[in-house]
């Protein structure tokens, strides 16, 4: 199993195999997932003060947020599967 990595904005790298889901943070369970994770210290902030356009959840716990829109992040996902298919 190779390491694939997506870029989230700002130059902060990702594994893309630790990816479970790239959603919105405008809903209400979001808001309280993004609450507890801070409150578990499993909260990563990669906005760099930004607004925070997508939560990035992984398979360890951890809840990234993102200054990118989650449809580019996802975009950037699948360009990665595509290229790693190729070659």
Known sequence: MSI?????????????NRIIAIVSPESAPIKRTIQEARDRGMLIDATYGRRTRAVIIT????????????????QRFINKEDLTDEG
């Open 59 to 74: 398979d360890s716990g951890h809840t990234i947020l993102s200054a990118v829109q989650p449809e580019t992040v996802a």
């Open 4 to 16: 694939k990595l997506i870029n989230i904005g700002f130059g902060n790298i990702v594994s893309a």
